[in-house]
């Protein structure tokens, strides 16, 4: 007497623990099995159902709880599948599931008081930027973007929530800075460093200068000059010219 079996072991394959992103290219897997009475004993995987029907069994083994993403040296999308069989040569049907593979951190840039090279205020104001970037197939990345922030490259202060503008206070009382920033996704994934440069002058501050009483014309080559400063001044220095140029390195005199 030959009895039908119609008792088919059946997977519902879940990826990720049903996280819509992923930073890992090997992903955790749940196969939510239901066994028969013949027991599973061969499974297989593909990207997808044609591919699953063409591979190859390997033995079962329950102890099976990861598995390799492929194509993960590209990011984006990635779909999983997955089929059993048992030793009564009884199939499942192919279950599958997608995760989006994120790996790569934001892209950003740092700016110490708009640009400028100079400050006399230990107290600066930092504006910043970073973005997700585009997934290798067009998908947006996981977002949820933070930054951190350090005053020699080394030792870095905790990680907050990312704004386009930070006030902070330099820590070297003279002489050149350097701040320096990193940023980081939802999945930890980070950025490059980023860093800009201020030095900080604390006795440097606007002068003025008026010739001749402001006159635009004078029919001499000797003209008065009117200077004013908000510090006392010790030493001035002066250049003759048509255009705007750059006075340091000049000789000062008294």
Request: charged content about 30%; glycine content about 6%.
């Amino acid at each position: 007497e030959i009895t039908f079996n119609d008792d088919r072991p059946e997977i519902n394959l879940v990826i990720g623990d049903g996280n819509k992103y992923t930073s890992e290219p090997k992903v955790k897997i749940n196969l939510n099995l239901r066994d028969t009475k013949s027991q599973v004993n061969k499974i297989r995987f593909g990207s997808s159902i044609e591919e699953v029907e063409n591979r190859d069994w390997f033995d079962y083994d329950k102890s099976l709880k990861e598995y390799p993403l492929e194509g993960s040296y590209k990011s984006g999308k990635k779909t999983l599948c997955a089929q059993v069989k048992d030793n009564a040569e009884s199939y499942s049907e192919i279950s599958c599931d997608s995760i989006v593979l994120d790996n790569s951190g934001p892209e950003g840039a740092i700016s110490i008081n708009d640009g400028k090279t100079f400050t006399t205020s230990t107290d600066i104001k930092l504006k910043l930027s970073a973005l997700d970037k585009k997934l290798d197939d067009g998908l947006d990345g996981i977002g949820g973007i933070e930054m951190q922030f350090s005053s020699n490259g080394v030792e870095w202060i905790d990680w907050e929530e990312f704004k386009d503008s930070k006030d902070f206070t330099l820590e070297i009382p003279n002489g050149e800075n350097i701040i320096y920033v990193r940023y980081r996704d939802k999945l930890g994934n980070e950025s490059e460093i980023y860093k800009d440069t201020i030095i900080l002058n604390p006795l440097a501050s606007d002068g003025h200068i008026i010739i001749n009483d402001d006159d635009l014309f004078t029919d001499t080559k000797l003209v008065r000059l009117k200077l004013s400063h908000e510090r006392k001044i010790i030493l001035m220095r002066f250049l003759q010219t048509n255009d705007d140029v750059d006075v340091n390195g000049l000789p000062s005199v008294v």
